[in-house]
């Protein structure tokens, strides 16, 4: 088996620049030519990706930058001892220790339990203090080849004691706990070692399950039984998580299982005896992989935006798929398939599915049955808009409990007319009151059917009685002032209302604002109405804009202003901005904030403004070009005006970007923009 690194791996005592980019592209560099990796960019991208989510810097001037790469021929370790240090977001200052761990994609078993070795052995002292003092890098390659010696059998027979073997056997409570992180190969196993050692020192008993690349054993049931509190140090979900129902529970990202490991045990001590502690209500995820359920240290507005981004996330899917089947359903049947014929119970759609079948059409022929079918799959998959919101925002505050719950109290917001708004606050209702009904602690014979049967049951009660006794009125008449407002404006109304949604598409390009207009919008599609069609079109032409005019910018009018990657990117771009992925700008954005984002929001904000006024309107919630046949009231002249509004805004960007490159000097960011750039972020095919 090829050697993890060899003395071409190491620089030391080497002056890499004052940031972590420059670092870690020089590591990666090593790594290419050393014959390691096909090339600097990909592998590159690959780490600052990674490196954005969780800062790779630990306690003691360490830091682990790491990545999962394409672009890797074989595990490989690059080392840089640095003069002077770089802070990789350690909370005791710089590292002048930083070993770049790169895996191939498909990396066996043996090669990950090599690199987590390694990183559990700079949670060592004695072994970062020879790191420190190897004076060629042929003692550095000697040090890590001990280190990592003996492997995989090392790593089992340690992976088992961690997760069998007590830490110490003082007088306070057992406890259990789970260490994971995204890529599985560092931070799971120092955050392990970190914990087990504070509990040593503290005398407390623990047992940790590392859930990442090179292997898990899991927890022995028995232990799980007799622990006091669990600790949960993660940043991907917990698999099998049911297993710790109802016990105490601290819950925080990995890093800070390496950064803070004594309060952690400390709160987890603390947990045990405390009643009133937060529990681990069953098995999930939140959206975007991280675990559900409260979080320690998180502020009040930090959660309510975690909640409500995670009903979103949830949410989208429902809209996407059934908005495009409506749409295509208004393609094959034409705008009448959604009328209600007088004194029928049900639309053309459910009248022709009820009359006829594939083997006997209606008269209408073919297009038009399957139109019907398309149009009705489409409207029930839209009925779990708000059942789907307010279902997912309760599985944010109480975990899997918090979903039945928080799905009949969405459902009874559209029964009393409160739309969304009432989604958001049942959702809201269901899981508080599934996530306090959980809290006190019950006999062990009572445990199996309180997330089950007992907190499902009681939430709903609580959530669902509230919105039809109390605030479902109240809320409903909201909803429909709204729109009614909606449906009337015309004017300066509208078109103001046109460029604040597009300011806000372009704002965040996916993160918060941008969400909340686009959740108005397709919400208002929802209910129907000239307003909302005119709402959808505008949020999604201004969605639009920001990557194709990142494109425009990058590949035709000032090519020299923007790195080789930033104009493969800008490639990528024209793509995904066709198709109503705003996340094709994200890259651009990263590497150069201060102008990108304030020129995306004029062009939007232009191209918003355009919409309104011209009345168009979009039937369909996404799909950007490709559902042309969904944009109205005209069909073919609706969609070229409709199109020419986000030329305009495109090229209202583009010029704006150009003139801020060419005449604004650049901010401290800038220096990165080459490296942000390649980040090109593999956008999530979903809207921004």
């Given at each position: 088996m090829p050697a993890l690194i060899t003395r071409d791996l190491v620089l030391l005592d080497a002056d890499l620049g004052t940031d972590r980019q420059g670092v870690i592209r020089a590591l990666a560099e090593r790594v290419v030519a050393a014959g390691r990796a096909t090339e600097v960019d990909g592998l590159y991208a690959d780490a600052w990706a990674r490196e954005q989510k969780t800062d790779t810097g630990v306690p003691g001037g360490i830091a682990i930058p790491h990545c999962r790469s394409k672009a890797v021929l074989e595990p490989t370790l690059a080392m840089a001892r640095l003069q002077p240090g770089v802070d990789f977001g350690a909370f005791d200052g710089p590292a002048d220790i930083v070993f770049f761990i790169a895996a191939p994609d498909g990396a066996g078993q043996l090669h990950l339990a090599l690199l987590a070795k390694l990183a559990r052995s700079l949670i060592d002292e004695s072994f970062v203090a020879e790191l420190r003092s190897a004076p060629t890098p042929e003692r550095i390659v000697?040090?890590?080849?001990?280190?990592?010696?003996?492997?995989?059998?090392?790593?089992?027979?340690?992976?088992?004691?961690?997760?069998?073997?007590?830490?110490?056997?003082?007088?306070?409570?057992?406890?259990?706990?789970?260490?994971?992180?995204?890529?599985?190969?560092?931070?799971?196993?120092?955050?392990?070692?970190?914990?087990?050692?504070?509990?040593?020192?503290?005398?407390?008993?623990?047992?940790?399950?590392?859930?990442?690349?090179?292997?898990?054993?899991?927890?022995?049931?028995?232990?799980?039984?007799?622990?006091?509190?669990?600790?949960?140090?993660?940043?991907?979900?917990?698999?099998?998580?049911?297993?710790?129902?109802?016990?105490?529970?601290?819950?925080?990202?990995?890093?800070?299982?390496?950064?803070?490991?004594?309060?952690?045990?400390?709160?987890?001590?603390?947990?045990?005896?405390?009643?009133?502690?937060?529990?681990?209500?069953?098995?999930?995820?939140?959206?975007?992989?991280?675990?559900?359920?409260?979080?320690?240290?998180?502020?009040?507005?930090?959660?309510?935006?975690?909640?409500?981004?995670?009903?979103?996330?949830?949410?989208?899917?429902?809209?996407?798929?059934?908005?495009?089947?409506?749409?295509?359903?208004?393609?094959?049947?034409?705008?009448?398939?959604?009328?209600?014929?007088?004194?029928?119970?049900?639309?053309?759609?459910?009248?022709?599915?009820?009359?006829?079948?594939?083997?006997?059409?209606?008269?209408?022929?073919?297009?038009y049955y399957l139109g019907a079918v398309l149009f009705q799959i489409g409207g029930l998959s839209f009925g779990f808009l708000v059942p789907a919101l307010a279902g997912y925002i309760a599985y944010a505050i109480a975990d899997r409990p918090g979903i039945a719950p928080g799905f009949v109290a969405g459902a009874v917001s559209g029964f009393l007319g409160a739309g969304f708004l009432g989604g958001i606050v049942g959702g809201f209702l269901a899981?508080?009151?599934?996530?306090?009904?959980?809290?006190?602690?019950?006999?062990?014979?009572?445990?199996?059917?309180?997330?089950?049967?007992?907190?499902?049951?009681?939430?709903?009660?609580?959530?669902?009685?509230?919105?039809?006794?109390?605030?479902?009125?109240?809320?409903?008449?909201?909803?429909?002032?709204?729109?009614?407002?909606?449906?009337?404006?015309?004017?300066?109304?509208?078109?103001?209302?046109?460029?604040?949604?597009?300011?806000?598409?372009?704002?965040?390009?996916?993160?918060?604002?941008?969400?909340?207009?686009?959740?108005?919008?397709?919400?208002?599609?929802?209910a129907g109405g000239t307003g909302s069609f005119r709402i959808m079109a505008a949020v999604m032409a201004a969605g639009m804009v920001p990557p194709i005019a990142m494109a425009l910018a990058s590949t035709v009018l000032y090519r020299r202003g923007f790195s080789e990657v930033e104009r493969e990117n800008g490639a990528a771009a024209w793509l995904l901005g066709a198709s109503f992925i705003s996340e094709g700008a994200i890259p651009f954005a990263a590497a150069d904030p201060l102008r990108v984002i304030p020129s995306s929001m004029v062009g939007g904000a232009v191209t918003g403004a355009l919409s309104m006024a011209l009345g168009l309107q979009s039937r369909a919630p996404h799909g950007g070009i490709f559902v042309f046949f969904a944009i109205g009231p005209t069909f073919l002249v609706s969609f070229l005006l409709w199109f020419l509004t986000i030329v305009i805004g495109a090229v209202v960007t583009a010029v704006v970007l150009i003139a801020l490159k060419r005449f604004v000097r650049p901010g401290a960011r800038q220096a990165v923009e080459e490296p942000s750039a390649t980040a090109s972020a593999q956008p999530v095919a979903q809207v921004a």
């Amino acid at each position: 088996m090829p050697a993890l690194i060899t003395r071409d791996l190491v620089l030391l005592d080497a002056d890499l620049g004052t940031d972590r980019q420059g670092v870690i592209r020089a590591l990666a560099e090593r790594v290419v030519a050393a014959g390691r990796a096909t090339e600097v960019d990909g592998l590159y991208a690959d780490a600052w990706a990674r490196e954005q989510k969780t800062d790779t810097g630990v306690p003691g001037g360490i830091a682990i930058p790491h990545c999962r790469s394409k672009a890797v021929l074989e595990p490989t370790l690059a080392m840089a001892r640095l003069q002077p240090g770089v802070d990789f977001g350690a909370f005791d200052g710089p590292a002048d220790i930083v070993f770049f761990i790169a895996a191939p994609d498909g990396a066996g078993q043996l090669h990950l339990a090599l690199l987590a070795k390694l990183a559990r052995s700079l949670i060592d002292e004695s072994f970062v203090a020879e790191l420190r003092s190897a004076p060629t890098p042929e003692r550095i390659v000697e040090l890590v080849e001990r280190a990592t010696a003996d492997e995989p059998a090392q790593a089992a027979a340690e992976n088992r004691a961690a997760s069998s073997a007590p830490a110490a056997s003082g007088g306070g409570p057992l406890l259990v706990g789970i260490t994971s992180c995204a890529t599985g190969i560092a931070h799971t196993y120092m955050a392990a070692d970190a914990l087990t050692n504070a509990a040593k020192k503290l005398g407390v008993e623990l047992h940790i399950e590392t859930q990442g690349s090179a292997g898990s054993t899991p927890l022995d049931p028995a232990l799980i039984e007799r622990a006091g509190a669990v600790i949960f140090a993660n940043d991907v979900d917990v698999r099998d998580r049911g297993r710790f129902a109802g016990k105490p529970v601290v819950q925080a990202p990995v890093k800070r299982g390496i950064d803070h490991p004594d309060d952690m045990i400390r709160e987890a001590i603390a947990a045990a005896s405390d009643p009133n502690a937060p529990r681990v209500q069953g098995a999930g995820s939140a959206a975007g992989g991280t675990s559900t359920g409260p979080r320690a240290g998180e502020s009040v507005g930090a959660t309510i935006k975690r909640v409500l981004l995670t009903g979103v996330s949830y949410m989208i899917s429902f809209v996407a798929a059934g908005g495009l089947l409506i749409a295509l359903g208004f393609l094959f049947a034409g705008y009448g398939i959604a009328l209600t014929p007088k004194g029928a119970a049900a639309n053309n759609a459910v009248t022709t599915l009820t009359n006829y079948t594939l083997f006997h059409l209606p008269p209408q022929g073919l297009l038009y049955y399957l139109g019907a079918v398309l149009f009705q799959i489409g409207g029930l998959s839209f009925g779990f808009l708000v059942p789907a919101l307010a279902g997912y925002i309760a599985y944010a505050i109480a975990d899997r409990p918090g979903i039945a719950p928080g799905f009949v109290a969405g459902a009874v917001s559209g029964f009393l007319g409160a739309g969304f708004l009432g989604g958001i606050v049942g959702g809201f209702l269901a899981g508080y009151a599934a996530l306090l009904i959980g809290r006190p602690a019950v006999p062990r014979w009572l445990r199996g059917l309180m997330p089950v049967v007992i907190i499902p049951l009681l939430a709903s009660i609580i959530s669902s009685g509230l919105m039809i006794l109390v605030l479902g009125g109240p809320i409903a008449a909201i909803t429909k002032g709204l729109t009614a407002w909606l449906n009337g404006l015309n004017g300066a109304g509208a078109i103001l209302l046109g460029i604040v949604l597009g300011l806000m598409m372009c704002f965040d390009l996916g993160g918060p604002v941008n969400k909340t207009a686009y959740v108005f919008a397709t919400t208002g599609l929802a209910a129907g109405g000239t307003g909302s069609f005119r709402i959808m079109a505008a949020v999604m032409a201004a969605g639009m804009v920001p990557p194709i005019a990142m494109a425009l910018a990058s590949t035709v009018l000032y090519r020299r202003g923007f790195s080789e990657v930033e104009r493969e990117n800008g490639a990528a771009a024209w793509l995904l901005g066709a198709s109503f992925i705003s996340e094709g700008a994200i890259p651009f954005a990263a590497a150069d904030p201060l102008r990108v984002i304030p020129s995306s929001m004029v062009g939007g904000a232009v191209t918003g403004a355009l919409s309104m006024a011209l009345g168009l309107q979009s039937r369909a919630p996404h799909g950007g070009i490709f559902v042309f046949f969904a944009i109205g009231p005209t069909f073919l002249v609706s969609f070229l005006l409709w199109f020419l509004t986000i030329v305009i805004g495109a090229v209202v960007t583009a010029v704006v970007l150009i003139a801020l490159k060419r005449f604004v000097r650049p901010g401290a960011r800038q220096a990165v923009e080459e490296p942000s750039a390649t980040a090109s972020a593999q956008p999530v095919a979903q809207v921004a």
